[in-house]
């Protein structure tokens, strides 16, 4: 496909257990970013990839959450211990460089639900 | 703290009215102004964005008028139509571009 896809779509899960989220940006985008939108919120930024490195993990809420990228391409965001808050919908979007000039490519984000 | 604070939260327009959708900053080291249109279920999908050197953009019947020593920009839809409606976003960034978001309005036309 054309767009950034991110898997599953929806999750739910029990308090407790560790998720695993995909993304899979647009083909030789460089930059790789992820968010949480939390019901009635705007975006919150959590982890921005440059290639296979994180330069700014500043948004990641505790040690908790984790993210890695591999080949320059597909995303994982995992978080441990999943916890009643974590429940969002947490989105992925990639752009070809990361400067202002290049916009972000949203992915529909996978909507997770932690009972 | 919250960098950009975007209002209303919520926004109802009649078919054929103009919607208006204000935001405010704080970092003056901002230096792009994008919005965000985003539809149920779906992620944002970049809009129409502006850069402090000009004070308005206009693209079809999106406009963003800047305001650079108020630090305020603000979008409006002329002649807004029911398949706008949708919660929009307004963002800032600086540098490498990690946005930053405002809470998002959300617009409702009606026929």
């Known amino acids: 496909g054309a767009g950034v896809s991110q898997s599953p779509s929806n999750k739910v899960t029990e308090k407790g257990k560790d998720v695993e989220l995909r993304c899979d940006p647009i083909s030789g985008h460089t930059a790789l970013y992820w968010y949480r939108q939390r019901l009635g919120q705007g975006l919150e930024f959590l982890i921005y990839?440059?290639?296979?490195?994180?330069?700014?993990k500043s948004g990641l809420p505790s040690d908790r959450f984790s993210a890695e990228r591999t080949g320059e391409s597909v995303s994982t965001l995992t978080i441990q211990r999943t916890q009643q808050e974590d429940s969002a919908v947490y989105l992925c979007?990639?752009?070809?460089?990361?400067?202002?000039?290049?916009?972000?490519?949203f992915g529909d984000g996978t909507r997770l639900s932690i009972l | 703290q919250q960098q950009v604070k975007q209002s209303p939260q919520s926004l109802i327009v009649q078919k054929g009215g103009i919607s208006i959708i204000n935001c405010a900053y704080e970092n003056t080291a901002f230096d792009y102004f994008p919005w965000y249109q985003q539809f149920p279920g779906k992620g944002p999908a970049l809009l129409i964005a502006?850069?402090?050197?000009?004070s308005e953009k206009k693209e079809g019947r999106f406009t963003i008028s800047f305001n650079k020593s108020a630090k305020q920009f603000s979008l409006h839809i002329m002649d807004s139509q029911p398949g706008d409606s949708a919660t929009y976003f307004c963002?800032?960034?600086?540098?490498?571009?990690?946005?930053?978001f405002g809470k998002g309005t959300m617009l409702l036309v009606s026929p």
């Open positions: 502006i850069r402090p050197d000009v």
């Open positions: 963002a800032a960034t600086e540098g490498y571009s990690t946005l930053t």
């Open positions: 990839f440059q290639g296979n490195s994180a330069p700014d």
């Open positions: 979007a990639s752009s070809l460089l990361p400067d202002s000039n290049q916009p972000q490519h």
